[in-house]
């Protein structure tokens, strides 16, 4: 075999070794980023835990209050913080909690809490009797406590829920109008004697006469 020959051979070789290497690396790259992919959709689609830990858990004096919503979204709040339900997937997408953002779980009396949403359900504003200002970003999940109060927040910038205290479907809550006209509103589907627990609770949004009922807390 001549010289030229064996360069020939040992070049075919080498070429052939490296798309092996190269195939290799490929087939790694793809198994990494289908994990990533995996983890991203299965982080995006798990519910915050509270929803399951308070669903046997009995429910306070009074309902959960609704602050904002459309054809997508709801989001409303009770002594235990604000949920963020998606009415597509039919789950929580997200909650932020008074407690661990310094704020009392009174909704009522000196200390209260109280929830305002703006930007069209895009931002959250928790503040207090004190005027101190939380804002939570629903698109980044990431929320702040501000230098400055509540005061300080445009009035036109906050959503406003029409609301009415009327409503012929339901003997515990009143009716929430939203932006098509659907009528939201709570019901109570307890089916047994003791004390209603979270797990009872059903959000309903009747359009044209068409009835949708959604589980939250389960």
Excluded at 63 to 83: M, Q, S
Excluded at 191 to 202: F, G, L, M, P, Q
């Amino acid at each position: 075999m001549t010289k030229t020959e064996k360069t020939e051979k040992n070049s075919k070789k080498f070429h052939k070794e490296e798309k092996k290497i190269v195939a290799v690396v490929f087939a790694v790259v793809a198994v990494c980023c289908a994990a990533v992919l995996c983890l991203f959709f299965l982080n995006n689609s798990k519910e915050p835990e509270i929803v399951h830990t308070l669903a046997d858990d009995q429910i306070g004096i009074s309902l959960p209050e609704i602050v904002y919503a459309d054809t997508d979204t709801c989001i409303f709040y009770d002594y235990h913080g604000v949920f963020v339900y998606d009415l597509n997937s039919k789950k929580t997408s997200d909650f932020v909690s008074f407690s661990e953002n310094g704020f009392s779980n009174h909704i009522e009396g000196d200390d209260a809490t109280f929830v305002y949403s703006g930007d069209e359900g895009r931002e959250i504003y928790i503040t207090n009797t004190s005027n101190k200002l939380f804002t939570y970003d629903i698109n980044k999940k990431k929320g702040e406590l501000s230098d400055q109060s509540f005061d300080s927040v445009p009035g036109n910038s906050l959503d406003k829920l029409e609301y009415s205290e009327t409503n012929d479907e339901s003997d515990v809550s009143g009716t929430y109008i939203l932006p098509d006209n659907s009528k939201m509103y709570w019901t109570i589907d307890a089916k047994k004697d003791d004390e209603v627990t979270y797990s009872d609770i059903r959000l309903n949004i009747n359009k044209n006469g068409t009835d949708r009922e959604y589980t939250i807390f389960k």
